[in-house]
Nanobody, 124 residues
Framework: QVQLGESGGGLVQAGGPWRPPCAASGRALRGKVMGWFRRVPGKEGGVVGGVSRNGGNTRYADSVKGRLTISRDNAKNTGYLQLNRLKPEDTAVYYC?????????????????WGQGTQVTVSS
């Protein structure tokens, strides 16, 4: 049973960084692509980015490119999202997900396992 858990949500000031971790159970992270998605209540959600199995490749949505870094530490079974220069429009629930495919997918169907999400509210 693969379990994922994001943490680090809460109220964060605009302009600052935010770096929530995503911890996977056991060795679940290994051999899987990691994606991060976000969803604003009442609106359509979407991918913000992803990282390849070995951490060597990343892919980011245009809306956050230049502010977002996604990384992973397979030895610690943990992935990270770092979003800099936070804006109020970054307020959302952020989810990490793992996929067994070969590439970093930008659609939800590319991922098999999901965390419960962590809410961040960016104050201006």
């Amino acid at each position: 049973q693969v379990q994922l858990g994001e943490s680090g949500g809460g109220l964060v000031q605009a302009g600052g960084p935010w770096r929530p971790p995503c911890a996977a159970s056991g060795r679940a992270l290994r051999g899987k692509v990691m994606g991060w998605f976000r969803r604003v209540p009442g609106k359509e959600g979407g991918v913000v980015g992803g990282v390849s199995r070995n951490g060597g490749n990343t892919r980011y949505a245009d809306s956050v490119k230049g502010r977002l870094t996604i990384s992973r530490d397979n030895a610690k079974n943990t992935g990270y999202l770092q979003l800099n220069r936070l804006k109020p429009e970054d307020t959302a629930v952020y989810y990490c997900a793992l996929g067994t495919g070969m590439i970093i997918r930008t659609d939800r169907l590319g991922y098999d396992y999901w965390g419960q999400g962590t809410q961040v509210t960016v104050s201006s």
